[in-house]
């Protein structure tokens, strides 16, 4: 059976996972967050594993106490109960502790939080509208460079990568601080890119920003999917980004955008190819 | 134990259709509500039976508005739904008059009521939460939406319209300002027949009742009338009508709420009336019409808070020209 | 206590018609919405299992296109949320069991009671109807999710589909408002004598917070409704038309100020049920009975004011994000507080591991695991990463099909004797608790490592790297039908067998005053209002 072999390959795939470096998209099997390749994911994924050791502490204190108890009180061994209804310590205990979790909790959240969403000074822009259902790519800083429409490649096409893989790529240079503006044409979107820990909706009338900046040396192709439901193909308007090297992408630039071959529109629901 | 002997003072009641016939009420108002605003039908006409029943109705109402009446039906539904309402409440409220007359509204049962009436006005007042609040943000926050990099954004335009500049609102020295004496007057009066009553004036209770009624309608009355004036303004587009702009929307919706509650509340005011006239109500106990008073007085509280934010704070911010 | 007689030939039941449409009673209207509740929770498993046997393996098998999965995705939340938990819990248990604790004869207000509970198969109806009228172009049906946000819900839906959806959900929305209003007022002025705010037992609490919260939400829901509604008009309202100046995420503000206190509702009635079963299951009271009470009370009131961390990815201001981080940070206090004293509840305790016991204990530890992953949602800069992934089914599908569901039938197996007369066969009821709680995690639990991995919700289909945990959590899906296959046979032999269940079948640690009374309970019970004794119990 199909599924118990991907189970035992999967248990084998968890064992040496860590180990695995993580692709920029997502992984068979992968149980964890995608491997970061901005700053911002980076502390994310810091935080995250910070909260993640607290809430599975607390989950087990929870799980072992409900075990000891259930072992140690049950009928067989404690035939009469207690009549302890009280005990004002252990009630301050269990709000005060909570309380001062939480409070370690919050500084670095808010750190992460004020770190993702200050723009720095971004040295580049693009512009990102959602329609139904593909995604628009502008920049402004770069008239010379059409704004394109990148749509979905079929299941034929796009081969392993179906639903990931575009037609045309959004492109952008490594290491440096890119502003991205986005909005929508009509109904909600949401641009998320998981390995640049990103997420923002697209909204009809309101320009949101966010921003990125590629570590160096992760030069590569990076995946993302609309989040936020909008309508029929809302599982089929994936992102697809190319991270190149500030060279190519000035060569890029310098070709007026030149490696979008063939740019492609969808309409009525089929790929229409235009040179 | 006891037997069958029933000690408490509470009421219980014997099995009652109204609630079952208020759900089948319910349930052909909403397919009328569906028939009238959205149809359910295309005006085609291929069937023209079944699109008489079940087209857009609204459009009917706006052919015969415009005058060229080309278009029929879609109201039917409603209208049986509306009057399957009417009669429901009127036959299960016929019976609450009789059971307080026959004396099941022990003093207990009477707080009760008080308790529910009291619950019943606070989720009215949510309701108006919810219109207050768009209210606030398209009021307060509208030009901060509208730096938004207008460049870029398409329709940037609209958007910066959003009320101020070119909204020109009522003005709230007129109209609105007569309605709120009105309203204002009105609480007094009720008052009156309260104290009326409570000293056993049943004449007093009359008239002072009779007013308030006359008050209300007079100012739904006025209101239509300002709703006429605007209708007639529409066409420039920049004025406050309800599909204009959000403004226009928002000034409608909750001006519309409030005016229909104040009819539900003049309905209320007026069965007590009928109840008075007909030697219902003693001077220590008549809830029906201190509930029906309380109503008034929230409606009425709803009106000041409309005047002066939507009417008065907003206007003053929208009058640029 | 000896139950109380029970008088077979004058108890004052009317005819069948009379009785179960016209009726007046507490009791009775309890067992329609519990019925209710069972049937629209039938239907709602009907469309996740649907769902789930689509996203089994990549590639679009069962389902037309994006939209049909998106309608069976969105019928099946409003579904489960208004048609099968809320009537569960607050009309099915509430009814039965407040006025009975409470030392009451019947509800406030009996006629609206069932006012209440008719507006509900009429808001039914309404939504049944609407999966099979034009919706938009790509089909039949309303597919715009449960949160319903504009402009998918205006411009993007143009069919009636959604307007029958928005009566519907008004008609089911005025069912609870004058449902608060009836046991607010039952809890506030038909206390029996010497039963004081304070001794009042927890599930009355519950269902009392509950009630307020639904007073203060539900209209605002009902605002935005019609707004939706008028906005959906040709030439009507651009609330939130962009073109008109209106804004689309305002109804998200305003839904979400719904929305939050809505998934308390959800889940402090089930809160209150399990007090009384660990309590009535250890043989102890409650441990810090005021804590708990007021716990309730803080988290309801906490619950309004932390609405936007479902908002924390549609551009809100920042220091706005970390207002609402730090609040709802807060709520985990006190739910905390409710689930250490349930702990100290059972500690010292004489733990007998019934039915009722094993749905509470695993509520409890399901309940915990939905609430640290929430904490994990609450910090905004991880909830970029996790908002509208799987991550988030997994919470709340912890909290809701692990927490509010697991609530349900804890109380419906420790009241079932109670209200039908009947007991249940024990290992019918193992085998569903087991088949339940085995198939509900393998369902959600790889959920959270699709949505760490980045799957977004609301996929009809899914790149091939998703497909194992899909799997897995399909395979789960089979676990839970079988489960729930045997709650029916549970049911259906029960109701055969007629074992005759006594006036207090669990014993001593049931103190509360339905187990004074015969089971089922007289048709009108209390004649003579029951005394609470001055000792303080708590
Ligand atoms: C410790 C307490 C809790 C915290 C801190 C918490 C936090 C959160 C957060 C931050 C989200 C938004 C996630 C996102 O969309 O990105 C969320 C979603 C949700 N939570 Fe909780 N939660 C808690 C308890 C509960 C409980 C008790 C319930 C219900 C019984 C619940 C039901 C839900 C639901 C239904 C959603 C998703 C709504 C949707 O987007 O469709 N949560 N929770
Ligand atoms: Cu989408
Ligand atoms: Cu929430």
């Known amino acids: 059976m199909r599924l118990v072999h991907n189970i035992t390959a999967s248990l084998a795939l968890l064992l040496i996972m860590p180990g695995i470096a993580f692709a920029n998209k997502p992984t068979d099997g992968g149980y964890w967050l995608q491997d970061a390749a901005t700053p911002v994911m980076e502390e994310l994924t810091k935080l995250h594993n910070f909260v993640f050791w607290i809430i599975l502490g607390i989950t087990l204190f929870v799980m072992v106490m409900m075990g000891w108890i259930m072992f140690r009180f049950s009928a067989k061994r404690n035939p009469t109960a207690s009549k302890t209804t009280h005990h004002v310590g252990l009630e301050v205990a269990w709000t005060i502790v909570p309380i001062i979790i939480l409070l370690v909790m919050v500084v670095p959240s808010m750190r992460l939080l004020y770190f993702q969403d200050a723009l720095p000074e971004t040295e580049m822009t693009i512009k990102v509208t959602g329609n139904t259902w593909n995604w628009e790519y502008a920049y402004p800083d770069h008239p010379n460079v059409e704004s394109f429409i990148s749509n979905p490649l079929e299941k034929e096409d796009a081969g392993d990568l179906y639903l990931l893989k575009t037609d045309a790529s959004l492109v952008v240079p490594v290491d440096t601080k890119i502003k991205v503006l986005i909005t929508s044409s009509n109904n909600l979107h949401s641009f998320a890119v998981p390995a640049f ?6 909204v009809p009338g309101r320009i949101n920003e966010t921003w990125f900046e590629v570590n160096p040396g992760k030069e590569g192709t990076y995946f993302g999917q609309c989040s936020e439901l909008c309508g029929v193909n809302h599982y089929k308007m994936p992102i697809e980004i190319e991270v190149v090297s500030k060279e190519d992408f000035q060569s890029w630039v310098a070709n007026d955008g030149a490696f979008t071959t063939a740019v492609v529109s969808y309409d009525n629901g089929s790929i229409v190819l235009q040179d | 134990m006891a037997g069958h002997a029933v000690e408490h003072d509470y009421h219980l009641i014997p099995p009652s259709p109204w609630p079952f016939l208020s759900g089948c009420a319910a349930l052909v108002w909403g397919l009328g509500m569906v028939t009238f605003f959205a149809g359910l039908v295309d005006r085609t006409g291929s069937s023209p039976m079944a699109e008489w029943f079940f087209a857009n109705g609204l459009d009917t109402l706006k052919s015969s508005l415009t005058g060229d009446g080309s278009l029929s039906g879609g109201w039917i539904i409603l209208l049986v739904g509306c009057l399957f309402a009417a009669y429901v409440m009127y036959g299960w409220w016929k019976d609450v008059a009789a059971e307080s007359a026959a004396g099941d509204h022990t003093p207990v049962v009477d707080i009760g009521l008080r308790y529910g009436m009291i619950m019943f006005i606070m989720q009215e007042a949510m309701f108006f939460v919810g219109w207050f609040w768009m209210f606030f943000e398209l009021g307060l926050f509208h030009k901060v939406r509208a730096t938004w990099n207008p460049d870029i954004l398409e329709n940037a335009a609209g958007y910066a319209d959003s009320m101020a500049p070119g909204v020109t609102s009522v003005d709230a020295w007129h109209l609105p300002l007569m309605n709120t004496l009105i309203l204002l007057l009105s609480g007094t009066t009720v008052t009156w027949a309260h104290h009326a009553l409570m000293h056993n004036d049943r004449k007093g209770a009359k008239w002072g009742l009779f007013l308030t009624i006359a008050l209300g309608i007079i100012f739904t009355w006025l209101q239509l009338i300002e709703y006429a004036e605007l209708f007639h303004l529409r066409e420039s587009g920049h004025e406050a009508w309800i599909g204009n702009n959000a403004y226009g929307s928002a000034f409608f919706m909750a001006t519309g709420f409030h005016g229909f509650h104040v009819l539900i509340g003049t309905i209320f005011l007026f069965v007590c009336w009928v109840r008075l006239l007909k030697g219902g109500f003693k001077p220590e106990k008549h809830f029906g019409f201190e509930a029906a008073a309380w109503y008034w007085h929230f409606v009425d509280v709803v009106w000041l808070f409309l005047f002066a934010f939507v009417y008065i704070i907003f206007a003053m911010n929208g009058v640029a020209h | 206590m000896a139950g109380i007689g029970y008088d077979d030939h004058d108890d004052g039941k009317p005819g069948f018609f009379a009785r179960w449409f016209y009726s007046t009673n507490h009791k009775d209207i309890g067992t329609l919405y519990l019925i209710f509740g069972i049937i629209s929770g039938i239907i709602g498993g009907y469309l996740s299992f649907m769902m789930r046997m689509e996203l089994s393996e990549p590639g679009i098998q069962i389902f037309e296109n994006g939209h049909a999965y998106n309608v069976f995705a969105s019928m099946h939340g409003l579904i489960m949320i208004f048609f099968m938990v809320m009537p569960a ?94 046991f607010i007022t039952t809890i506030l002025n038909m206390r029996a004598p010497g039963m004081t705010m304070h001794k009042m037992p927890l599930f009355a609490w519950s269902v009392l917070v509950t009630a307020f919260l639904l007073l203060l939400a539900l209209p605002v829901l009902a605002a935005s409704l019609f707004m939706l509604f008028t906005d959906r008009i040709d030439g009507g309202t651009g609330f939130f038309d962009p073109a008109m100046g209106g804004d689309p995420e305002m109804f998200q503000h305003l839904f979400w100020f719904f929305g939050h206190p809505e998934v308390y509702i959800m889940i402090l009635p089930a809160f209150g049920m399990v007090s009384h079963v660990v309590s009535t299951f250890s043989k102890k009271p409650i441990f810090g009975y005021l804590g708990m009470a007021y716990a309730m009370v803080a988290i309801g009131v906490v619950g309004f004011v932390v609405w936007a961390h479902h908002m924390y990815t549609v551009g809100m201001d920042v220091d706005l994000k970390a207002y609402f981080l730090a609040a709802t940070l807060v709520i985990a206090v006190p739910t905390g507080v409710k689930i250490f004293s349930w702990l100290a509840t059972m500690w010292g305790g004489s733990i007998s591991f019934s039915i009722p016991m094993q749905w509470a204990l695993a509520f409890i530890f399901l309940f915990v695991l939905g609430g640290v992953t929430g904490v994990m949602l609450a910090n905004a800069g991880v909830d970029v990463a996790l908002h509208d992934t799987y991550y988030v089914v997994a919470h709340f599908h912890y909290v809701l099909s692990m927490g509010a569901v697991f609530g349900i039938f804890c109380g419906f197996y420790y009241w ?56 897995v959590s399909s395979f789960g899906a089979y676990i839970t039908l079988a489960g729930v296959g045997f709650f029916l046979l549970m049911l ?26 015969s089971s089922p309970p007289p048709y009108h019970q209390f004649n003579t209002l029951p005394r609470i004794e001055q000792n303080d119990e708590h």
């Open chain 3, 89 to 182: 819990v607050i009309g099915g248990f509430g009814n039965w069991f407040v006025p009975i604790m409470i030392g009451a004869p019947d509800m406030a207000f009996p006629r609206m009671n069932n006012l209440s509970f008719w507006l509900l198969p009429v808001a039914l109806i309404c939504l049944l109807i609407s999966f099979f009228v034009p919706g938009s172009a790509s089909g039949n049906g309303f597919g715009g999710g449960w949160v319903m946000y504009p402009p998918l819900s205006t411009s993007g839906a143009p069919g009636p589909a959604f307007d029958f959806i928005i009566i519907g959900l008004l008609a089911a929305g005025f069912s609870s408002i004058f449902g608060a209003i009836n």
């Open chain 1, 197 to 202: 820990g990103i997420k923002m909706d697209a």
């Open chain 3, 492 to 517: 259906v032999e029960a109701f055969i067998r007629k074992r005759p269940a006594g006036a207090n079948y669990w014993g001593d640690g049931a103190t509360t005053l339905e187990w004074t009374l």
């Open chain 3, 416 to 471: 079932f004797g109670k209200m039908s007369g009947y007991l249940y066969n024990k290992w019918l009821a193992a085998a569903h608790f087991w088949l339940f709680f085995i198939g509900v995690n393998v369902i959600f639990f790889p959920q959270h490592f699709l949505g760490l991995n980045g799957m977004p919700r609301r996929y009809v289909d899914y790149p091939q790297e998703f497909e194992l945990w899909n799997q």
